[in-house]
């Protein structure tokens, strides 16, 4: 429930446009991520490698990251699109986390130390550019006053800073390379593809990670094409986009210290 995975997920989309955005950027990026240390801290002290916690773990992880990218990309607001990403990303990290306690339980010490890798890099990783992404719709929001992606447009010209940034966080969250996002997608694959080697459930829990994995990715990459295009390409659609500019140079400088660590990760 305090990570935010599928079915537990219904307070995420409700928070987040609630708060303000530098909170939301606290809340997805750290908080939610309690959860996530909550269940590893718990499955290490049990010290019972059980494959039925594992399958569950990354069944669990492959149902969040595909239905939290399918609601983002249904969502017409941009802070609630935002929140259901985080869900997709949870997804991402217990996808990475359950193959890593496949590999525990079977034995195949490669594909748990990259599953686990990957995993908790992807942790650090989406607390980076979902924080860079809540900002650039606070941005937004702070000098736009509009949450509504279909009211805005053209922001590219008038908030150069904000746009480059949102669209670094953008290519980093797709998992894109020479961004982040890549790198810790990139191992948890390697975790799955040492899984192919398995036999039974762990085989074809392998197989239906990676499909997971590229589908998530695939639709997140069109999710967020989708909203750099519509928010900051073409042309301004209402008057209020037309006198947007940049945030003071603190907020502009909290979200290009945050687009440097995506790309130096």
């Not at 307070?11 to 955005?21: E, R, T």
């Not at 924080?131 to 509504?148: D, E, N, P, Y």
């Not at 948890?188 to 762990?202: E, K, M, R, S, V």
């Not at 519509?230 to 210290?257: C, K, N, Q, S, Y």
Request: aromatic share 10%.
């Amino acid at each position: 429930s305090k990570a935010g995975v599928f079915p537990l997920h219904i307070w995420l989309p409700h928070a987040h446009p609630a708060a303000p955005s530098h909170v939301s950027a606290l809340m997805s990026g750290v908080m939610i991520k309690m959860g996530v240390y909550g269940i590893l801290r718990l499955y290490f002290l049990l010290n019972d490698f059980n494959p039925l916690f594992a399958r569950t773990v990354l069944v669990l992880g492959m149902v969040s990251g595909v239905l939290g990218v399918v609601y983002a990309l249904s969502k017409r607001e941009i802070k609630r699109l935002l929140a259901y990403s985080s869900i997709e990303n949870i997804g991402v990290i217990f996808i990475g986390c359950g193959l890593g306690m496949v590999g525990l339980s079977s034995g195949n010490r490669i594909m748990a130390a990259f599953g686990f890798a990957g995993g908790l890099l992807h942790v650090l990783n989406h607390a980076l550019f979902k924080s860079l992404l809540f900002m650039g719709a606070g941005a937004i929001l702070h000098t736009v006053g509009a949450r509504k992606m279909d009211q805005l447009g053209g922001l590219m010209k008038t908030m150069p800073v904000t746009g480059r940034t949102f669209l670094a966080g953008s290519v980093a969250i797709s998992g894109l390379p020479p961004f982040n996002g890549f790198v810790s997608e990139f191992l948890i694959y390697y975790a799955a593809f040492q899984g192919l080697g398995l036999q039974g459930p762990d085989f074809l829990l392998s197989m239906a990670a990676i499909i997971a994995l590229a589908l998530i990715g695939g639709l997140a990459a069109g999710c967020f094409t989708k909203v750099v295009g519509i928010v900051f390409l073409g042309e301004p659609r209402r008057e209020h986009a037309h006198a947007a500019t940049d945030p003071g140079p603190t907020m502009g400088a909290a979200m290009t210290l945050l687009a440097v660590a995506c790309l130096g990760i």
